[in-house]
């Protein structure tokens, strides 16, 4: 460098090559942060903020009621209702999905004839909108004119048609059944990309010492999937937790309350009473449980992999 | 797993049951939508249409305001989609890229963001989308979109573009690329498989949504597809099947089409990002 | 005009020191090697000089430019990266262009250098084809076009071929050197391998563990390796290291290793460096400095390794096991008792506490500038 330039450096105050190298880092994920800053942040912070609040939905205007929703809630049999049946529908839901999962994704493994074909099919379910599946399902499961029953009664297995909507237990079956079917592709894809990366090899060392199928799925198979499923079981467990679409339009929470989940008693609060400060408490309480659910799931998963 | 003969075309039939099982709603619908009205509540209910028929189709497309519908779910879709792949491939280029203070604890938070039910998000969104003065059109769709599609799809670029060799960039600069020069160069061609399985996930979440459409507008000519045809052909009084049916079908052909393309690339992806958590 | 300095550079990841001040001067023109074991900071060094990495504490300059804020585009320097990192959607054309596009030079001028390029390193036939489509010989000569047709102030390369098969590697040696010897520019050559550093480079800079332990001409290395580390890193099979003590016995010196005793001419070692007491020594010798004498130290034969043109010897030298190199004529067979005798002109000695060579030939300035083994 010349004395000149040299001297032009010092007047002239400039970045560091590294530095301005980490603002243009800093600068790509600005859009992203600033979204996300619109997607957790202030959605939080909003929801907590009006959860203290008793806001009447179409002018938004309210009074400040500090934690007396909170209150209402835990001691209303409603909240408590719903949560329970938000539990019932996870865990039914989920238990299914895994089993078909995996039982699927073994089973598109092998090589069947039109593997593609037959795996377009079943991964479907998961691509299609939700408001098409449950249109579809309310169709076959109809009272009359649904497939189902009249399958169900021409096998011999009932003489009269059921409601498989309007009354329980049949309305949480169906909603378990429903939820299990659209969303338990979501386990076969992970499943399979799992199950296509384990060597060849280790099966036939398996063979060689004698294990037969069955042996060779707990021994080589399931171990391998452990990592998987531990994923794919999280994952499930809180979208099928959040769920609102499928139970909202396949039994709208019916009969009365008996499908109601928190999600559905959310939209209720807000848009059916009218009350947007106590649909936001029972959120937060829905995502301090998702919370808690999460660390003791890890804290679980980490002592059990040791 | 080599034997021919009896067992391999039992295990044929059997898996292809299961196969047939799981999709008989699916296939079920395209049956129901080709059926004449008269032929539709038949009790006991005809497995294959006696008489194939496109009327129903016909009157969806022609009497009613599907096509608006449609063709809003496409604007928003495609909208959504470009948006988001735009946004994410930049910031998964950052966050695998470059280093500065943050950087680790943003791309953990990610996949964090969808621990929030949408019914928390929907409210305050709601609120803001007031305050800008979009409520109520095709926009606030694309915006609120963008909000619940971007983690994921962060999430999943982050994991692709991870796997590109880093010398590659550097052979670039070195060669007398700026640092986004090299990005449009090199960086985007390889990481060309997945934005496209990116693309494709962001499409049909968008093209999917429902609550979101339903809360945020309310206008009918701003429908999509998703609440459109709900609140057209479902009142609590009446269900018009037929219709239903073959809006099902039409609803499901984007969906089919983008699937069917690109089915290897979905098995990859999952596997890129699932596996790698 | 395109000489390479590096003035006091430091290099710390965090608490982890990569480099440790280094000074280096390498002339226009010259072909030097970065030699050293992994994790000894040769790539660092490189990268640095790329561009692809900051350092720490202070400035680089290639000719009289200060390099340090300039970002790797503005270096003037080509690089050939061990990966070879082609761009994997571009043809070979279109690599070997690239850089030219970068620099807006327009389409007919870049048509005709690549061709240039291409014919210097016998591309033609493959210009149309994808990186994927070549063999690992062909890639490499492909990385090679890049940077050539740039014209740079300087070359970089990253063992470069380190991912051949050995036979290709001997003749990617010759044409690299060949290269060199014909466009003249300076190169800097980062490689684990000594042998590829001893015949290609004009100097050699031999690291480890971040610091420069030697930075001198291939034969100046071999012969009077500065510290241990050196004598012990050049030169294969590796030089033999017998520790133990040297001490003053009238007008010699006497070397003693367990029940080894052998003894040395005063002038073998530097003055100072000698005490009444005696100090711990590691005594080296080459393979090739250690013989058959009839009337030599006795020795049994431990086993024998003919490798056609000579025949490496693994003896049992009193308690220690030295290594040899004998005539492809000789027959000797393992167990066999023999006499060996070393070749006193040509013996290093090291002190044992610091590794810093201790012969009479070291100049001291040179003695006082060598770094010390010790961590």
Known sequence: ?306 | MRRFGLSRILFNLLAWAIVLVVSFPLLWTIVTSLKPQTELFLIPPSLLPGEVTFEHYRKLLLETRFLTYFSNSVVVSVATTVLVVAVAVLGAHSLVRFAYPGRERLAQLVLFTYLLPSVVLIIPLYLLLVRMGIANTLLSLVVAYTTFALPFAVWLLRSFMAGIPQDLEAAAMVDGASRMGAFFDVILPQALPGIISTAVFTFILAWNEYLFALVLVNQDSSRTLTTGVITMLVTSFHIEWSMLMAASVMMSVPVIVVFAFLQKHLTRGFGAGAVKG | MTKVTFDRVHKAFGTFVALEQLDLAIASGEFVSLLGPSGCGKTTTLRMLAGLEQPTRGTISVGDRVVNELPPAERDLAMVFQSYALYPHMTVAQNIEYPLRKRGVPRAVRREQVLRAAAQLQLEPLLDRKPRQLSGGQQQRVALGRALVRNPAAFLLDEPLSNLDAKLRAHMRAELIELHQRIGKTMIYVTHDQLEAMTMSDRIAVLDQGRLQQFDTPLEIYNRPVNLFVAGFIGTPAMNLLRGSLRPDGNRLVFQAGRLSLGLPAALVRRDAVHEAGVDIVLGVRPEDLGLAGDGVRATVKVVEPTGHESIVFFDLVDHTVVGRVGPDVRLAAGEPVGVALNVAKLHVFAAADGRRLNADVPPAAAQAAPSLVA
């Open chain 1, 1 to 306: 460098m010349t004395h000149a330039e040299a001297a032009a450096r010092e007047t002239a105050p400039r970045l560091k090559l590294s530095t301005k190298d980490g603002l243009l880092g800093a600068l790509l994920i600005a859009p992203t942060v600033l979204i996300f800053c619109a997607v957790i942040v202030y959605p939080l912070v909003s929801a907590i903020y009006l959860s203290l609040f008793s806001i009447y939905t179409p002018t938004l205007k309210g009074s400040w009621v500090g934690l007396d929703n909170y209150a209402a809630l835990l001691a209303s049999g409603e909240f408590w209702n719903a949560f329970w049946v938000n539990v019932v529908w996870t865990v039914g839901t989920l238990v299914l999905q895994v089993v078909l999962g995996v039982a699927l994704a073994l089973l598109l493994h092998q090589n069947i004839v039109f593997r593609s074909l037959a795996r377009s099919l079943i991964l479907f379910p998961y691509f299609m909108s939700t408001v098409v599946a449950v249109l579809v399902w309310r169709w076959v499961f109809n009272d009359l004119y649904g497939i189902l029953n009249h399958a169900m009664m021409w096998m011999g297995l009932m003489s009269m048609p059921l409601d498989w909507i309007g009354s329980m237990p049949n309305a949480m079956i169906s909603v378990i059944l429903v939820g299990a079917w659209k969303y338990f592709p979501f386990v076969v894809i992970s499943v399979l990309a799992r199950l296509q990366t384990i060597p060849d090899h280790l099966y036939e060392a398996a063979t060689m010492d004698g294990a037969g199928w069955w042996g060779r799925f707990t021994d080589i198979t399931l171990p391998q999937l452990r990592e998987v499923l531990f994923i794919v079981i999280l994952l499930r467990a809180i979208w099928d937790f959040k769920e609102f679409d499928l139970i909202y339009l396949l039994t709208g929470g019916g009969p009365v309350t008996a499908t109601q989940t928190l999600p559905l008693l959310v939209y209720k609060q807000a848009f059916a009473l009218n009350e947007m400060g106590g649909a936001s408490a029972v959120a937060v309480l829905m995502m301090l449980f998702m919370l808690g659910f999460m660390l003791l799931y890890f804290r679980y998963g980490r002592a059990t992999e040791s």
